[in-house]
Nanobody, 119 residues
Framework: VQLQASGGGLVQAGDSLRLSCELSGASRAYAMGWFRQAPGKERKFVASISGSGGSTYYGDSVKGRFTISREQGKNTVYLQMNNLKPEDTAVYYC??????????????WGQGTLVTVSS
């Protein structure tokens, strides 16, 4: 299983950005999640979605601003980020559980995409 994240960039506070993550090497839809790591800080959970897309979960700091979604039946996941704030600046990683099951420990990680929000 491999994951490829894309869509990062430099934006201003209040702008929107959409990240994409494509998972390859799996024969079925995997649960997937997004994490982020700001400079000098620990990696933190952002959002996750089940393989069916029917269940989602968000970190408190992004609730109401970020939306995770996926193409049904496919292993492509999106993170729509609205009303971005400077504190959202981080490298964003997509990840998937080892067995692809929602709620299980993440074992597969993408390379990360940098999001920079200027004030």
């Amino acid at each position: 299983v491999q994951l490829q994240a894309s869509g990062g960039g430099l934006v201003q506070a209040g702008d929107s950005l959409r990240l994409s993550c494509e998972l390859s090497g799996a024969s079925r839809a995997y649960a997937m999640g997004w994490f982020r790591q700001a400079p000098g800080k620990e990696r933190k959970f952002v959002a996750s979605i089940s393989g069916s897309g029917g269940s989602t979960y968000y970190g408190d700091s992004v609730k109401g601003r970020f939306t995770i979604s996926r193409e049904q039946g496919k292993n492509t996941v999106y993170l729509q980020m609205n009303n971005l704030k400077p504190e959202d600046t981080a490298v964003y990683y997509c990840a998937a559980p080892r067995d692809g099951m929602f709620g299980n420990e993440y074992a597969h990680w993408g390379q990360g995409t940098l999001v920079t929000v200027s004030s």
